[in-house]
């Protein structure tokens, strides 16, 4: 992705140099305010009205998420006539989309960000409005600001803020695992070698059931990842730009996936990939043949929802001597403005209600997990507005936290391998040793030329 991103600005970038040559007068605006979106200046004159301003709103999501983000950009409309704001929207995330986005100068003017895309995309280029310069409009005051920057912050610049608290948390559908007299408590302690007997015994109960809904992604991201963490302490990829395993690990860690399938803990791949980044929108989870699902506390609301039947949240299996938790604690996501925005200001006005004010607190509710803003968490808490599962998800998390992540662990490239590792080994449930040379060879070459680059950036 680095090296796509780099190609692809290197072409804009000569484009825009010959665009200049051949003549163009036009006057360069300022940091942060060179514009794509047809919206007008910012401000008015004092005792003036504001002149109309129309800017564009990028996210991803549930429905229950999309409906609530809706809601709040029409009240800031009604109070706000002058503001006009484009709604994007979308079901998953798309790195390879805003890549595009971004070197095309095509991004929204407000977008929602993964945390693991931000090391690609400054390393690319320098893409975002610096929000420390807007702390005038935005009210940062509320957040824990040492975690908003360990996330958000690039080369001294905050270049997004964080949407909620979010964490991998797993889902139990409570009245399915009764009728297999599984325990459901948070305080169950829960070993990979249970999840295996436990989800072996449910379908040779019920041939249509199964203990856990994943697929190649979910396997790699909740499974393989955390599997590795527990038994090395270290992260897949160090800041040092080494692999954080042996093959003896990397294969010891596949070879229990490839147990998972075995035994019928897990659909088969063919059938779950169908529904690849989205499982809960597989129709047996919607009508209830899966016990648990891996998970995210920033999408657990809308998962339990489609789930039938009591659902609550559900500990991460721990390996004995484990030497890290596994559990990642990190942003939902979060918002950044594009520097090719005309409009700043506007933006991080709009920006400032969607965090701060109450208006948007009560509606917003824990759709991209907890809310980042302790007022905002506070009075969704004592109005009840938290789903119960995420916030005993959160504190379970918090109380239990892993490694950092890193952005080398992040890289797309490094994920794409590790995912079609876990897709092999479902076709391949055997042959754990072959898939893990050859996903480090891979890892080897792609972690070889990230070395590279940063050296030469």
Not at 80 to 108: C, F, M, W
Not at 314 to 336: C, D, W
Not at 365 to 382: F, G, Q, S, T, Y
């Amino acid at each position: 992705m680095k090296r796509y991103i780099s190609c692809v600005l290197a072409v804009l970038m000569a484009l825009s140099m010959l665009l200049t040559a051949c003549g163009s007068s036009e006057t360069p605006a300022a940091d942060g305010a060179t514009g794509s979106t047809g919206s007008t200046a910012d401000g008015a004159a004092e005792g003036e009205e504001p002149q109309p301003v129309t800017f564009r709103f990028q996210w991803w999501g549930s429905d229950a998420r999309h409906e609530a983000t809706l809601a709040v950009i029409d009240q800031y409309m009604k109070e706000n006539p002058h503001v006009t704001i484009e709604a994007e929207y979308r079901g998953k995330s798309d790195r390879e989309k805003v890549a595009t986005e971004l070197v095309g100068n095509q991004l929204a003017d407000l977008v929602q960000l993964d945390y693991d895309w931000l090391g690609d995309f400054t390393t690319a280029g320098d893409y975002f409005v610096d929000l420390n310069t807007l702390t005038d409009i935005i009210d940062m005051s509320g957040f824990d600001m040492e975690f908003a920057r360990s996330y958000g912050e690039y080369n001294g610049k905050l270049i997004a803020l964080p949407t909620g608290l979010n964490a991998n948390a797993n889902i139990i559908n409570k009245t399915l695992a009764e009728q297999f007299d599984i325990p459901t408590g948070m305080d169950t302690q829960w070993t990979w070698e249970d999840y295996l007997e436990i989800g072996k015994t449910v379908h040779e109960k019920d041939a249509n059931k199964y203990f856990l809904n994943a697929d190649s992604v979910t396997l790699y991201f909740y499974v393989l990842s955390p599997y590795l963490q527990q038994l090395t302490g270290k992260e897949v990829v160090g800041d040092d730009y080494t692999l954080g395993f042996t093959a003896e690990e990397l294969t010891q860690a596949l070879d229990y996936i490839g147990k998972l399938y075995e035994a019928g803990v897990v659909l088969p791949a063919s059938e779950a990939n169908v529904f690849l980044e989205n499982p809960w929108t597989n129709p047996k989870w919607i009508n209830g043949d899966f016990v648990t699902e891996l998970s995210l506390t920033s999408t657990m609301p809308a998962e339990l929802q489609d789930m039938p039947g009591e659902g609550s949240a559900f500990i991460l299996p721990m390996m004995e001597n484990a030497k890290a938790s596994g559990i990642t604690v990190y942003p939902s996501q979060l918002l950044g403005i594009s520097k090719e925005c005309e409009c700043v200001e506007e933006v991080a006005k709009f920006m400032n209600y969607f965090y701060n004010s109450e208006e948007a607190g009560v509606i917003l509710k824990d759709c991209r997990a907890m809310p980042p803003v302790e007022k905002i968490r506070n009075l969704c808490a004592e109005q009840d507005l938290l789903n119960p599962a995420v916030v005993q998800a959160t504190e379970y998390a918090m109380a239990n936290p892993g490694l950092k992540p890193n952005s080398n662990s992040g890289n797309s490239e490094v994920e794409e391998i590790f995912i079609s590792a876990c897709e092999q080994i479902a076709y391949a449930p055997t042959d754990a040793a072959n898939i893990a040379a050859n996903t480090i060879s891979q890892l080897e070459k792609v972690v070889e030329a990230m070395k590279e680059e940063a050296a030469a950036a």
